[in-house]
């Protein structure tokens, strides 16, 4: 255990320093994006602590941690040089959320949904998204239902 | 050689088999295209199909993700050629003749050149693996638990030696995918190692949230971070016929390229990128057209192709005959044949001969496919270069999240994978690689098995490794190669040659 400490604090201590005199220095970092990071941390911890209490669905399983990703991803949008880091964290995040309870088809959704946010021109066009839901529902459903037989709700249980 | 010629045989009755006919047709075909999509590599493509080949026999799925991995060297170099973008990283030097030729109307030329060097180049790599495979295999049938760890050892240097940019960075990633392979259960005491009380990690990181993470996810992010330019050329693909001038100007390329990839590909860290690199710096120096080179060398197409493809084969060496691999797709494949059942290694010669020869036939036959699949079918790999990557990454992630999920049928794994998402966005943002980490990952575990083993025989003694001969030359090997790792004078050269 005592090593695991040592080199844990090395690592942080070298990630830290690299912030400063790597080719991406803190330096060059907007006082938003700082702002945004941190303020993502806190919360996602506080999300976590206090979803479970809130509704019991974040209570079951990893659900917490979860929405405690979606919600400090969603924080972290805020960061224009970060925002497709944290969307597409967050779209696969929505995908670990809603799959066991809510179901394989809106998990899927909702994955896609995110994540389409990620590029601006779908704004302009929707109907290329709906599109793109639609092909990809369909075709995940007989690669990984049908013929690869996983075993998940398709529809939501609660 | 009867011995060769019957069990290639046998290989051949197992490679023809009508399932594993169509995964090699697959895998060929999955391979070319994203090979010709920028953005989207072997690493990521096969972390993606891992979980589908879990319900399909381990001979037929390994020679799908083969087939992938070779593929996507050839179909690399359409795009290369028609578009100035590598769709592969191997394929970056052909963008700088192969672009030149199409821009002079030998777009068709450079495509077929690039096809027919890497049919050749492949084919050789292959006979090379099935000519090798047993004799190596004999030889490592006598290695000891000392000898393997000295092995080990020696290809995580090696590829720390060879991976681009700072050998430091790439020895602290070795490091820290050694460290990472340590998390979950200990095999010799049953003792719990770094899982912090939580139940899923008592039997380890999964392989896939990290290749998944690392590979697949971090890749969409950074591709979506560069602005998507794509212009295809404008002037016709024209004849795919080589004029008598460029076959006599692209052969010799072509037959120095096989030979120079074959070695390269065995190499740790080594593989169908730095083949490819060294044979176009071999024939701008050494070629009778080196006068060309900038103005469209057919010789700087045929030699890098035929490089890559031969290193793609060859790569397959050490992992049949030692069970290491060595490259990061090499590593997907330890993963993918130890979640079958299989232990790679020199037995797998004699336990799994369906599985050894099989492979060994159907990368001739996925290579004859490939040329069919490249030349005729032009047209629809074009047409494939004009799907928007806005379409293609949403499709990609939910890939990976059902792949990553259907692995255990746990979201903890899909939760893991963003945490190796992000730091893996991280590590491509600070330039340390991802590929060393995971060829430690994947031989951490292994390492230290055979370390205790060999302890355990030597009671204690740590002579054990200087003792053995095989041993001691291998830990020689790796001292010379991270002393000279180290040398200001020769550090500044690899600076230079990847800089050139």
């Known amino acids: 255990m005592l090593a695991f400490v040592g080199l844990t604090g090395i690592g942080a201590f070298v990630t830290f320093a690299a912030f400063f005199t790597g080719p991406n220095p803190v330096g060059n970092w907007s006082r938003r994006n700082l702002v945004s990071l941190f303020g993502a941390i806190i919360v996602s911890a506080f999300v976590y602590l206090v979803s479970p209490s809130v509704l019991p669905f974040f209570g079951i399983g990893y659900n917490a941690v979860g929405i405690a990703i979606v919600a400090g991803m969603l924080v972290l949008t805020l960061a224009p040089d970060l925002r497709f880091i944290a969307l597409i964290s967050a779209s696969v995040a929505v995908f670990g959320l809603l799959l066991e309870q809510i179901g394989f088809f809106a998990a899927l959704t909702g994955t896609i949904l995110l994540s389409c946010a990620a590029e601006r021109e779908h704004f302009r066009k929707p109907l290329g998204v709906l599109g793109l839901i639609v092909f990809m529902l369909a075709l995940c459903w007989w690669v990984f239902i049908l013929q690869l037989d996983i075993r998940v709700h398709l529809w939501p249980t609660i | ?500």
Not at chain 2, 273 to 292: C, N, P, Q, T
Not at chain 2, 487 to 497: E, H, I, N, S, T
Request: hydrophobic share 55%; with cysteine.
């Open chain 2, 1 to 500: 050689m009867q011995f060769l010629i019957e069990n290639l045989a046998h290989g051949f009755t197992i490679a023809f088999a009508g399932q594993n006919l169509l995964f090699a047709l697959l895998g060929a075909f999955i391979g070319t295209a994203i090979g010709v999509l920028p953005g989207i590599g072997p690493v990521a493509t096969i972390s993606l199909l891992l979980p589908i080949t879990f319900g399909i026999p381990p001979t037929t799925a390994i020679i799908m993700l083969a087939g992938i991995f070779y593929g996507a060297q050839y179909g690399g170099s359409t795009t290369a050629i028609l578009l100035n973008l590598p769709g592969e990283v191997s394929s970056v030097v052909t963008t700088l003749e192969g672009y030149k030729m199409a821009q002079n109307g030998r777009a068709g030329a450079a495509l077929a050149t690039a096809a027919i060097a890497s049919f050749l180049g492949g084919t050789v790599g292959t006979l090379l693996v099935a000519a090798s495979g047993p004799a190596l295999s004999a030889v490592a049938l006598s290695f000891g638990p000392a000898e393997y760890f000295s092995l080990m050892l020696l290809g995580l240097i090696v590829a720390s030696v060879l991976a681009q940019g700072s050998p430091i960075k790439a020895v602290g990633m070795v490091i820290l995918g050694v460290g990472l392979g340590m998390v979950g259960t200990d095999v010799q005491t049953g003792q719990q190692r770094f899982t912090f009380g939580i139940a899923e990690l008592s039997d380890g990181i999964s392989f896939v949230a990290i290749a998944m993470g690392m590979f697949g996810i971090a890749e969409i992010v950074l591709n979506l971070e560069r602005p998507e330019a794509r212009s295809l050329l404008k002037t016709k693909v024209g004849s795919l016929w080589l004029n008598r001038e460029e076959w006599k100007r692209g052969t010799p390329s072509a037959v120095r390229g096989t030979l120079l990839g074959s070695v390269l590909g065995i190499l740790p860290g080594g593989g169908a990128a730095l083949a490819s690199f060294g044979s176009f710096m071999m024939e701008r120096k050494m070629s009778k057209g080196r006068h060309l080179f900038g103005k469209g060398a057919i010789e700087g197409v045929a030699g890098p192709e035929a490089a890559n493809n031969a290193a793609s084969q060859t790569a397959f060496i050490p992992l049949l005959t030692l069970g290491i691999p060595s490259n990061a797709v090499m590593a997907l494949m330890v993963g993918a044949l130890i979640i079958q059942g299989i232990q790679p290694g020199p037995q797998m010669m004699v336990q799994q001969p369906d599985l050894f020869w099989g492979l060994i036939a159907s990368m001739w036959i996925g290579n004859v496919m490939l040329l069919v699949i490249n030349l005729p079918m032009i047209g629809l790999w074009v047409k494939l270069l004009q799907v928007p990557y806005k379409f293609l990454f949403p499709a990609i992630l939910v890939f990976c999240c059902i792949g990553t999920y259907s692995i255990s049928n746990n979201v903890f794994d899909v939760y893991m994978t963003i945490a190796f998402a992000v730091f893996g966005y991280i590590c491509a943002k600070l330039q340390l690689e991802a590929a060393p980490l995971l060829i430690g990952f994947v031989l951490g575990p292994m390492m230290e098995e055979h370390l205790r083993r060999a302890m355990l025989l030597s009671r204690g003694d740590w002579f054990i490794f200087m003792e053995r001969p095989i041993s001691a030359t291998m830990l020689a090997i790796g001292l010379v190669a991270l002393v000279m790792m180290l040398l200001p004078a020769v550090r500044r050269g690899k600076d230079k040659a990847l800089a050139e």
